[in-house]
Nanobody, 124 residues
């Protein structure tokens, strides 16, 4: 089970930090991803990190502003979001997958486990 938290209302230019806590399963050896979704649109890839943190990927729209990290001892993954923009407004989901490679990192269908999502709203 994955539980995302840390969302809320933020002003443009400010920062938020999302957390994803895994419980009931050891996710230390899973690759983890963050996606976001707005009404009527498909889930958009935001960031991903390999099980050991050696590989990190970002979506083009968040590169240079968001940072993904993980703490396997705490079964947690984080998404530090800075310089927030109104277009970052979405429900953010964390997800887990085993053994990702190539373009699979970027596809929501590659991930087996999903959290319930946390709303991020950025006002201008």
């Amino acid at each position: 089970q994955l539980q995302a938290s840390g969302g809320g209302l933020a002003q443009a230019g400010s920062s938020l930090r999302l957390s994803c806590l895994a419980s009931g399963h050891t996710f230390s050896f899973y690759d983890m991803g963050w996606f976001r979704q707005t009404p009527g649109k498909e889930r958009e890839f935001v960031a991903a990190i390999s099980w050991n943190g050696a590989r990190i990927y970002y979506g083009d729209s968040v590169k240079g502003r968001f940072t993904v990290s993980r703490d396997n001892a705490k079964n947690s993954v984080f998404l530090q979001m800075t310089s927030l923009k109104p277009e970052d407004t979405a429900v953010y989901y964390c997800a887990a997958a085993g053994g990702l490679g190539g373009s699979a990192w970027y596809r929501a269908s590659s991930y087996n486990y999903w959290g319930q999502g946390t709303q991020v709203t950025v006002s201008s």
